[in-house]
T-cell receptor, first 113, second 110 residues
């Protein structure tokens, strides 16, 4: 069974540009989570989607946005990139059940220059 | 108060010893708890999941949950140098929102 897949693996953008990151969850999982992990720091909760709807949002500015498609895959968009947006962006998926595990993709390393 | 708190470490233990990692959480309604291992530059890997009070064992790993004290721990028996990593405690709140502590760095020295 395929795990969570993220693309691209690496992304280099210039300050002010937009970045789009993609995530495909494990088959059957409807919940998708996005996290930002800056170098040497912990996982900061960005967004949680389930059944196509945004269920919760972390303390990030509106230029961080996303969506979930009918097949439960998800996109994270970051507009007006800033140097401090450089980080590892991680996607995880889970069933919509609090007593089930969440599994991560390999992440997208975004570098803003 | 942070929702999930962990000691950042590093926790240094000799090879073969028991490593004990601790985590506290603030939301009394939290129902399920997770331990992930993360090697530098890699994505987190799930190693334990617990939602009932008490102990849960899987190989060299034991997770312990005490909901009354809002405390969850991870014991690693017979620690190996390959266990050296950052261990992340995670909690599901608001039914299915998954949030993380800052992680504890574990260093196992030969």
């Amino acid at each position: 069974e395929a795990g969570v897949t993220q693309s691209p693996t690496h992304l280099i953008k210039t300050r002010g540009q937009q970045a789009t990151l993609r995530c495909s969850p494990i088959s059957g999982h409807t919940s998708v989570y996005w996290y930002q992990q800056a170098l040497g720091l912990g996982l900061q909760f960005l967004l949680w989607y389930d059944e196509g709807e945004e269920r919760n949002r972390g303390n990030f500015p509106p230029r961080f946005s996303g969506r979930q498609f009918p097949n439960y895959s998800s996109e994270l968009n970051v507009n007006a990139l800033e140097l401090e947006d450089s980080a590892l962006y991680l996607c995880a998926s889970s069933l919509l059940d609090q007593n089930t595990e969440a599994f991560f993709g390999q992440g997208t390393r975004l570098t803003v220059v | 108060q942070k929702e999930v708190e962990q000691n950042s470490g590093p926790l240094s233990v000799p090879e073969g010893a028991i490593a004990s990692l601790n985590c506290t959480y603030s939301d009394r309604g939290s129902q399920s708890f997770f331990w992930y291992r993360q090697y530098s530059g890699k994505s987190p890997e799930l190693i334990m999941f617990i939602y009932s009070n008490g102990d849960k064992e899987d190989g060299r790993f034991t997770a312990q949950l005490n909901k009354a004290s809002q405390y969850v721990s991870l014991l690693i028996r017979d620690s190996q140098p390959s266990d050296s990593a950052t261990y992340l405690c995670a909690v599901k709140i608001d039914y299915n929102k998954l949030i993380f502590g800052a992680g504890t760095r574990l260093a196992v020295h030969p």
